[in-house]
């Protein structure tokens, strides 16, 4: 390991932070490693450019779930493994608290790891036959009407063929990672993590029959607007947002590149869902 990339949210408290960029500093100045510094600034990640150049061999995000979800869309096309420390609420995807950021460190150190794959999504918003955005996401990708409170029409298809025409406030498209985001408040169902599938959400449709949809994790889905709406949006791991117009298409399939979660040891993969919604009752 020669170079590693701190993906630094910088809305978290100086005096919680702090503590943890020492304590990284200090085991790569003892191992002669390069850390760069990738940090939120307004409409931008300072330092993002620099670590993709330099082709760094761990990430480690520093903040909540959030800065996971950053942290992948900029590297998963590197096959870089993350190792997310939590310096936010409870979350899904950042294992190491801040007391164990030292024995983390030692155990990557002596390679007592192993990574965990998570499949990623890509999406495409196209006009007029070519790419106006495009970007990975590890959670979810979102067509909704916006802020305002007006229903939207809207149509997908599933590997070419239609699927269901109706007004709502929208759909989602998740991977099993993003199962336990935006998608259950929705209704969607849980999916385990290693799930090899995409699971298709529908926003309060006005329709008695439109339920989720669990697909083949290779299936093409195209959503676009039927009638014209007023400000919708393409919003992406809940971060990166688009405006789209009637006579664009939202191109969703499985990204090429997963994601590579860092792992200290064997943990029950519904330990964190059993803390994060049922507290300390569960047994």
Same mark, same amino acid.
């Given at each position: 390991?020669?170079?590693?990339?701190?993906?630094?949210?910088?809305?978290?408290?100086?005096?919680?932070?702090?503590?943890? &960029?020492?304590?990284?500093?200090?085991? #790569?100045?003892?191992?002669?490693?390069?850390?760069?510094?990738?940090? /939120?600034?307004?409409?931008?990640?300072?330092?993002?450019?620099?670590?993709?150049? &330099?082709?760094?061999?761990?990430?480690?995000?520093?903040?909540?779930?959030?800065?996971?979800?950053?942290?992948?869309?900029?590297?998963?096309?590197?096959?870089?493994?993350?190792?997310?420390?939590?310096? =936010?609420?409870?979350?899904?995807?950042?294992?190491?608290?801040?007391?164990?950021?030292?024995?983390? &460190?030692?155990?990557?150190?002596?390679?007592?790891?192993?990574?965990?794959?998570?499949?990623?999504?890509?999406?495409?918003?196209?006009?007029?036959?070519?790419?106006?955005?495009?970007?990975? #996401?590890? /959670?979810?990708?979102?067509?909704?009407?916006?802020?305002?409170?007006?229903?939207?029409?809207?149509?997908?298809?599933?590997?070419?063929?239609?699927?269901?025409?109706?007004? =709502?406030?929208?759909?989602?498209?998740?991977?099993?990672? =993003?199962?336990?985001?935006?998608?259950?408040?929705?209704?969607?169902?849980?999916?385990?993590?290693?799930?090899?599938?995409?699971?298709?959400?529908?926003? #309060?449709?006005?329709?008695?029959?439109?339920?989720?949809?669990?697909?083949?994790?290779?299936?093409?889905?195209?959503?676009?607007?039927?009638?014209?709406?007023?400000?919708?949006?393409?919003?992406?791991?809940?971060?990166?947002?688009?405006?789209?117009?009637?006579?664009?298409?939202?191109?969703?399939?499985?990204?090429?590149?997963? #994601?590579? &979660?860092?792992?200290?040891?064997?943990?029950?993969?519904?330990?964190?869902?059993?803390?994060?919604?049922?507290? /300390?009752?569960?047994?």
């Amino acid at each position: 390991m020669k170079s590693i990339a701190l993906v630094i949210n910088r809305l978290i408290p100086g005096p919680r932070m702090q503590p943890v &960029l020492d304590q990284i500093a200090a085991w #790569c100045a003892g191992r002669d490693l390069i850390a760069v510094h990738v940090e /939120n600034e307004p409409g931008e990640w300072r330092g993002l450019a620099e670590a993709r150049r &330099l082709g760094v061999d761990l990430v480690i995000t520093l903040g909540g779930d959030g800065t996971v979800l950053a942290g992948s869309r900029m590297f998963a096309d590197q096959g870089v493994p993350i190792m997310g420390v939590r310096l =936010g609420r409870l979350g899904f995807l950042s294992e190491v608290e801040p007391a164990g950021v030292a024995a983390a &460190l030692e155990n990557l150190a002596d390679g007592r790891f192993t990574t965990e794959r998570r499949l990623m999504l890509e999406a495409r918003l196209m006009r007029d036959g070519e790419v106006r955005h495009r970007e990975l #996401c590890l /959670n979810d990708v979102v067509l909704s009407r916006g802020a305002t409170l007006r229903a939207i029409e809207l149509e997908f298809e599933i590997d070419d063929e239609p699927v269901a025409r109706y007004a =709502g406030d929208g759909l989602i498209v998740s991977t099993p990672t =993003g199962s336990t985001a935006y998608s259950l408040s929705a209704g969607g169902p849980i999916l385990a993590p290693d799930l090899e599938a995409v699971l298709v959400t529908p926003l #309060c449709p006005h329709s008695l029959w439109i339920r989720p949809l669990v697909v083949a994790p290779r299936s093409g889905i195209r959503l676009f607007l039927t009638r014209p709406a007023v400000k919708p949006v393409v919003v992406v791991d809940g971060q990166e947002s688009w405006t789209i117009s009637e006579e664009d298409v939202l191109q969703v399939r499985r990204a090429e590149h997963d #994601c590579r &979660l860092v792992r200290f040891g064997s943990k029950d993969r519904f330990q964190v869902l059993r803390l994060k919604f049922q507290g /300390n009752n569960s047994r």
